[in-house]
Every structure is written in C-alpha cells, then in structure tokens.
C-alpha cells in the first residue's frame, strides 16, 4: 500500500510541477510581448 501511495505523490507533484511551469511561461510570453511592443 506505501508504494501506491508514494507513485500516487510523485504523480501529483508531476502535475503541480507542470502547473506551475505553465503559468511561468503564461507569464514571460506576457513580459516578452509587452516588451515587444515597447522595445
């Protein structure tokens, strides 16, 4: 039963680190664009 439970953690940190990744990059394609239309 541990080892479900730790693949089962490991798998919902994966798409955390996923999540957060792509609100990161959601982020610096909104800075470059701006920059864009700035520089």
Not at 4 to 25: D, T, W, Y
Request: with cysteine; aromatic share 0%; net charge positive.
């Amino acid at each position: 039963m541990d080892e479900i439970i730790i693949a089962v953690i490991k798998v919902e940190s994966k798409s955390q680190l996923l999540s957060a990744a792509a609100i990161i990059h959601k982020k610096m394609m909104k800075s470059i664009s701006k920059c864009k239309g700035l520089c």
